[in-house]
């Protein structure tokens, strides 16, 4: 990473496109800046304003004011010409040639990546069953990244997925770092840094956050992994445009069919009756379609497990397999303890993620 790496980025008018068509042509940023405003123009073809820029090194002034906003927040940015850099983002048409990250930058080629993305009202059964393909991934590829946007709902779920099964997660934010949005998954963020994965963004501090970053946000979890799973999603759901810009990179797409009825399994649905998607119900499918190989497999080892109290065993013993929500007033019937215990016990359930409040003081089973 050098001083003008940063700098094109801050060339106006110029865009990704664009500067990936420049290192194309001359290899690295400093030979672009050394062309001069007729070697843009004759070899690769640049509107003569932009090239007037680059020959006046517009951009630079920006440039050494991020790296002093870097240097202060220790976010390490990397080019895409850099050996950090996501070999896999590296060949999308658009890449963003810079990327700002905390943590781990290596966990972005690992040889497993998946990303998981989904509607943000996403449902009990959509939490469950990521929490059960995580699972089942990290039993048999420990080095599986799993990466997705940070937002409320899937996003969250997946990223909390991989931590309960400690394999590393890689989140990518629409906004400039060291800031996390939204502010409530801040400390999702540092505990994902903690477990050796990354955040991402391609936005810089001097950029003016207006809520139009989230669409090409979208574009690098796409871009980062082997294929992206959708969750659930409605029609129209953000997810859906995820899932072409990953079609559009020949990454394989995948989804999780749901019920026929179920708003938010519709897009999800479509995806598979269309044929736009591989339908996946376990991490088996997800395997065979990505191709990965398996080796020796290796028991899944859940971070920071602790055993269930006696109360905690005997209420989670009550709601079955059937995966239905079952009334706060049934627990403490058929529990026998009394209404103070049981809500004590439901809300340390809670915390652990075991379990989960619906609407109509109803609990639904998690694990």
Avoid at 38 to 60: S, W, Y
Avoid at 179 to 197: K, V, Y
Avoid at 239 to 267: E, I, K
Avoid at 299 to 319: D, I, Q, Y
Wanted: net charge negative.
């Amino acid at each position: 990473m050098i001083i003008e790496d940063i700098a094109l980025t801050f060339v106006p008018h110029l865009g990704a496109r664009g500067v990936a068509h420049l290192l194309e042509i001359f290899g690295s940023a400093r030979e672009i800046f050394a062309a001069g405003e007729e070697g843009l123009i004759e070899r690769a073809g640049v509107r003569r304003d932009i090239a007037k820029l680059i020959a006046n090194k517009a951009g630079f002034a920006e440039a050494e004011r991020e790296l002093q906003h870097c240097q202060r927040h220790g976010i390490s940015p990397i080019a895409s010409t850099d050996a950090a850099y996501s070999d896999r983002l590296r060949f999308t048409p658009d890449f963003p040639h810079v990327l700002y990250t905390l943590g781990a930058v290596e966990s972005l080629n690992s040889e497993h990546v998946i990303s998981i993305v989904g509607t943000r009202r996403m449902t009990p059964y959509g939490e469950r069953m990521c929490n059960k393909i995580v699972e089942q991934l990290a039993a048999q590829f420990p080095d599986t990244v799993i990466v997705s946007g940070l937002a409320f709902g899937a996003d969250a779920a997946a990223h909390r997925a991989a931590l309960m099964f400690g394999v590393r997660t890689v989140g990518v934010v629409a906004n400039a770092l060291p800031s996390i949005t939204p502010a409530t998954n801040t400390t999702l963020a540092h505990e994902m840094l903690a477990q050796g994965g990354a955040i991402v963004s391609e936005i810089s501090s001097q950029a003016h956050q207006n809520g139009n970053f989230y669409i090409p946000r979208n574009r690098i979890v796409a871009g980062l992994c082997d294929g992206l799973f959708v969750l659930e999603s409605p029609f129209g759901g953000g997810s859906l445009h995820t899932a072409q810009a990953a079609d559009g990179y020949s990454r394989t797409v995948l989804a999780l069919p749901g019920r026929a009825t179920d708003p938010m399994s519709a897009g999800t649905n479509a995806l598979i009756r269309t044929g736009a998607a591989r339908m996946v119900t376990s991490a088996d499918d997800l395997i065979e379609e990505l191709g990965w190989k398996r080796s020796e497999r290796v028991e899944c080892v859940r971070s920071e497990v602790r055993e269930m109290t006696e109360r905690e065993a005997l209420l989670m013993s009550l709601f079955g397999d059937s995966g239905d929500g079952v009334p706060l007033d049934a627990l403490i019937e058929r529990s026998g303890l009394s209404a103070g215990e049981v809500s004590a016990t439901l809300l340390d359930l809670e915390l652990t993620g075991a379990v989960r409040q619906l609407p109509g003081k109803i609990y639904e089973k998690i694990l």
